[in-house]
């Protein structure tokens, strides 16, 4: 045990990560054992088994582990993370369904929650304003910018977190990435290197350090969302205009798709919840259906 060092995981892909000590160093570990839970972020005890290489032993407790799953496994995304910024764009045209899953999946980790509408130099922005109103009206947090010109303005809601960028391909993460850290593609080419993984450079997460207390993990683009480790109850939890409406249905197990005297429905005719949600969240809460 005295061999061991403590490491933060700033890079991970497929099996293989680094590890940055204590003193700057930075070691390419493997985990024990075929099965790996690490994820960027992650604090570890990692052995050296040669110069620069190392073993990790074990993970220790996370404050947050941002996942997505479906019915057979689940994908890792980042560890200890207190921030989750959903990148969407003007063009092309963002999913709404895989946006309200990102939004879930954050909200059932307890993290903050900032949605940036990318390429605002656009012309077609007003659509993608009104696009995201519904999502301004339930509470969360939309900042414009266009990253190509000046992404200083996302850095003040970036302080004093660890953040994780997710978005859809295309989105521009990759510019704003570049535009708050100009440092990043050499750092993304030396960890493409000493990983072995130069042909797939957008397909591993990466912590870079904005200062001393803010930090930001850049993950692959997502196509997909599962939110299979959600319940019910959970789901429509995470729709924060619901939140008043609950258990005020005449059905304690309403489903909020076909039954009579449903709280959340008659709201939603009544406009205070936006029609649009309302059947997103019946797309995802109900599939089939």
Do not use: W
């Amino acid at each position: 045990m005295s061999d061991q060092r403590r490491g933060l995981v700033i890079a991970a892909h497929g099996r293989h990560y680094l590890a940055e000590l204590p003193g700057g160093e930075i070691m390419e570990c493997v985990p024990r054992g075929k099965k790996s839970e690490v994820a960027c972020g992650d604090t570890v005890e990692v052995a050296a088994t040669g110069s620069g290489q190392g073993v990790i032993e074990s993970i220790s407790p996370r404050s947050s582990l941002l996942y997505r799953s479906d019915a057979y496994k689940q994908k890792i995304i980042a560890a200890n993370v207190t921030q989750l910024v959903v990148v969407v764009a003007t063009e092309p045209s963002f999913n709404d369904e895989l946006l309200t899953r990102c939004l879930l999946a954050g909200q059932e980790q307890n993290l903050d929650i900032l949605i940036v509408l990318n390429k605002c130099d656009l012309p077609n922005v007003a659509a993608a304003r009104a696009q995201l109103a519904p999502y301004g009206a339930a509470g969360y947090r939309v900042l414009e910018l266009a990253a190509r010109q000046d992404a200083a303005p996302l850095l003040p809601y970036l302080h004093g977190h660890t953040s994780v960028l997710v978005g859809q391909s295309g989105m521009g993460k990759s510019t704003l990435i570049n535009a708050l850290i100009p440092e990043a593609k050499a750092a993304t080419r030396e960890i493409s290197t000493v990983l072995d993984s130069g042909k797939h450079t957008t397909t591993h997460a990466q912590l870079y350090h904005l200062d001393a207390h803010s930090h930001l993990i850049d993950c692959p683009g997502v196509q997909l969302f599962g939110l299979h480790h959600l319940d019910f109850a959970a789901l429509e939890k995470g729709f924060p205009e619901f939140r008043p409406y609950l258990g005020h249905c005449r059905f304690a197990n309403c489903s909020h798709s076909h039954e009579p005297d449903c709280a959340v429905r008659k709201a939603a005719e009544a406009g205070k919840i936006d029609a649009r949600r309302l059947k997103l969240f019946q797309q995802i809460a109900l599939p089939g259906q």
